[in-house]
């Protein structure tokens, strides 16, 4: 049996396009992130800090889960047209102030 295992980094910029490009529940996308956070787990999740010009720069602060974090990178994914096994085991990690989303899959 052989065992695929990809890392796919996700820098703290790239993370920001997540956000701005993958519809997120509670999260207006055309606010202006300020910030993100990567907090270390078990489970890793983000923070993420932004502000509305058109409302003169009201801040917001939103956290996000590892559970919707998997859903946004897999879309993101998709949309990029990076290919993801349907059946690969998929785990996200914290690695410095950015998130390693890690699959693993059986081949043959």
């Known amino acids: ?3 695929e295992i990809r890392h796919i980094i ?3 910029d790239e993370l920001k396009l997540v956000f701005q490009s993958v519809p997120l529940e509670g999260f207006d996308a055309t ?3 300020t910030r993100i ?3 270390e787990g078990p489970p890793p999740s983000i923070r993420i800090q932004s502000e509305m ?3 003169g720069g009201a801040r917001a602060e939103l956290e996000v889960e590892s559970y919707q974090l998997a859903r946004l990178m897999v ?3 998709r949309d990029k047209k990076i290919p993801l096994p349907k059946d690969a ?3 996200i990690h914290a690695q410095g102030d950015a998130l390693c989303f890690s699959i693993m899959s059986t081949l043959g």
């Open 53 to 55: 010009a058109s409302t």
């Open 75 to 77: 879309a993101y994914c």
């Open 31 to 33: 606010r202006r992130i």
């Open 1 to 3: 049996m052989i065992t």
């Open 37 to 39: 956070q990567v907090v």
């Open 10 to 12: 996700f820098s703290n």
């Open 89 to 91: 085991l998929k785990t």
